[in-house]
């Protein structure tokens, strides 16, 4: 039996656990918990594991789960799910959609939605695994599937890791993961090496000296010097990164004062850099401190700005024969439904995990979107106004045919390497 026998014949099972994966994404999206706070969704995805036949490891990292199935000599295979929420109250009117609130790693009370279709990874991952377990004859190898806390607060994977995931697995041959994208929906999209860009969150304290809001003589005000150093970071990306090198710095966020007729003695600004190339990323670091710091003295500012750089995320490097692999298989299994997708400027801390492992991995694009919907947004030219992206509070991805694509890819993908073993 070749991978694409294999991959049929695990996957003549999907029909079958349609209405239990569908129930499972609803009750996972109605629920979701934010990032090490995943304990319902963790608890439901080890009891399913272990009922399917796995080894079930909980509470790796922080609420990580890891299920290991082992079926003969062959192939090592870890898929990785992660099941994090983020603090955006659900705007989509859907009858399933969430109306739960949190303690958020501040000790702020937020609303929770799955916005990034995390509910999805999870239910695709466990579906998959569901189905390899009840097809041993059609495989062989190991298959590890790894659901990750916290993808979006940029410390899950490292928490795991932390955790001693190298000792708790046995070496992987190849580390596959998937995101819902906001393109047609039963389409999956692959590419081979720089897939996701780096982001890098900075957050700079300016200072300046305080004052009555009438007596601005006696100030150095930090809201002015704000305000200017902005303006200024925004030459960065359009004067000093070469042109068609990707970049994106965005000031996300800028405080300073309390009360209109007071002068504040600081000013905050959290920045947030993107970009695929670590030369891009330094020239792009040593260009803010040139300019805030060049700010700073021109209003003389009376001691040094502060710098706090967090939620590093890696660029996402896909390895060109892994991806080649499964570009093959998805090509065999899906037709023209399987592309080849442009970069995206959104990031991940997934390559952190086969980083760690010394495994080479590939992450590929699930997409989401109703098609009737999105071809009637691309035929106006309003895809961008029209078509909810991940983070957005209407983002709701069509049930199916998403659930039954990104099952299919986790199957197809993990059968490149282990559908080879019997015949
Ligand atoms: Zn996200
Ligand atoms: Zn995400």
Redesign the pocket.
């Known amino acids: 039996m070749g991978a694409t026998d294999s991959a049929t014949a695990v996957l003549a099972g999907q029909p079958g656990i349609a209405q239990w994966q569908e129930d499972f994404y609803r009750t996972v999206h109605q629920h979701p918990e934010l990032g090490h706070q995943e304990v319902k969704t963790a608890a439901a995805v080890a009891d399913a594991l272990r009922e399917y036949g796995f080894a079930v490891q909980e509470k790796v990292g922080s609420t990580g789960v890891i299920g290991i199935l082992e079926n003969g000599d062959g192939p090592v295979v870890l898929m990785r799910a992660d099941m994090d929420a983020?603090p955006i109250a659900e705007a989509t009117g859907l009858p399933y959609a969430s109306s739960e609130h949190a303690t958020d790693r501040d000790g702020a009370d937020v609303p929770v939605m799955h916005a990034?279709g995390h509910d999805a990874h999870v239910a695709c991952l466990l579906g998959a695994a569901r189905l390899l377990a009840a097809t041993p004859s059609a495989w062989q190898g190991t298959y590890i599937a790894l659901f990750q806390p916290a993808?979006?607060l940029a410390d899950g994977a490292e928490f795991m890791i932390g955790d001693h995931l190298a000792d708790r697995i046995p070496h992987p041959d190849v580390a596959l993961a998937q995101h819902v994208l906001p393109f047609p929906s039963g389409r999956v999209g692959t590419r081979a090496g720089a897939f996701l860009s780096s982001g890098d969150s900075m957050r700079v304290t300016v200072w300046g000296r305080g004052s009555h809001g009438s007596m601005p003589q006696l100030s150095v005000d930090p809201v002015v010097l704000a305000s200017t150093i902005v303006l200024r970071l925004q030459g960065i990306v359009s004067r000093e990164v070469t042109p068609g090198e990707f970049a994106v710095l965005t000031v996300g966020r800028i405080a300073g004062g309390a009360k209109s007729n007071v002068i504040a003695d600081h000013a905050v600004l959290e920045l947030n850099l993107r970009t695929f190339s670590d030369a891009t990323r330094t020239a792009m670091v040593n260009a803010i401190h040139r300019i805030v710091d060049g700010e700073c003295a021109a209003s003389g500012s009376p001691k040094p700005a502060e710098y706090e750089l967090y939620d590093h995320y890696p660029v996402t490097v896909n390895d060109p024969a892994a991806t080649a692999k499964v570009a093959d298989a998805f090509a065999a299994y899906f037709g023209d439904a399987a592309f080849t997708i442009d970069r995206q400027s959104a990031s991940e801390d997934f390559g952190e995990l086969p980083d760690a492992l010394g495994t080479p991995y590939t992450y590929w694009g699930v997409g989401s979107v109703d098609p009737g919907r999105y071809a009637k947004a691309q035929a106006a030219g309003t895809v961008a106004t029209d078509i909810p992206a991940?983070?957005s509070p209407y983002f709701a991805p069509v049930i199916e045919p998403t659930l039954r694509t990104g099952t299919a890819a986790a199957v197809v993908a993990a059968l490149a390497w282990l559908g080879d073993g019997r015949s």
């Open positions: 983020l990034c993808e979006e991940n983070h």
